[in-house]
């Protein structure tokens, strides 16, 4: 008996090991509040580029997202490579003198923070929306469609989440050169890690901040 109540008093002591989170800055430095109200932290290993931090519960240690590594996507391994054809649902569209990858399109006009737009479009049968092509001419041509599509301000889907100055896509690619001559890179503070659209250029801010955003996806 004796025995029974010290197992139920210990029982009573233990505490969840599960911290729900509101905003990054909860989440101490470099951690991010995920939609689902747990912190993640940067992780090269998960396609998404983050991680569930250590008190996430069930989750600790997942990648954001449910994909692990870039070989869960099937990339080529060449910076700034096409993904695998994936194939479009027919409310993505094309959109008008946007280069010739001739990939297709889906706005976002509800906001959300860099990650939650990110996931959004993987749940959407897509990928968080990046101008791209075999050298600038083209890649700013899809800039100025997307620009048209979705305005100033809108999340793309490149970041430097996991290691400063080395900007990765959503599909955890490299960015190409192509990409990254969009960039407007003149002061870039932590954590002002995302990119959105910027009139002519990309520029960069806080990935919490709640912008719209486009879905990508490969016909």
Sequence with gaps: ???????????GCLRSTTFQCEENTECGT???CEADGLCSVASSGCTSGREYGPNSGGKSG?????SGGEAGMEMPGEAGGEPAPMGCRADYVALANSGPRAHRYLLVNVTGTWSVQ????VANMGFLAFPDGTNLANAQLEHDALRTL??????????????????RTSLNM???AS???????????NPADCMFINTTTLNHTNCGDDRKAVCECVP
């Design 118 to 121: 990110r996931d959004f479009c």
């Design 30 to 32: 470099g951690g991010m």
């Design 62 to 66: 997942d990648c954001v997202g449910g």
């Design 174 to 176: 490299p960015a190409s």
């Design 150 to 167: 979705a305005a100033d301000g809108a999340w793309v889907g490149v970041n430097d989440i996991v290691t400063e100055g080395q900007y």
């Design 1 to 11: 008996m004796l025995m029974l109540l010290v197992t139920l008093a210990s029982a």
């Design 179 to 189: 990409t990254q001559a969009l960039m407007n890179l003149g002061g870039n503070p």
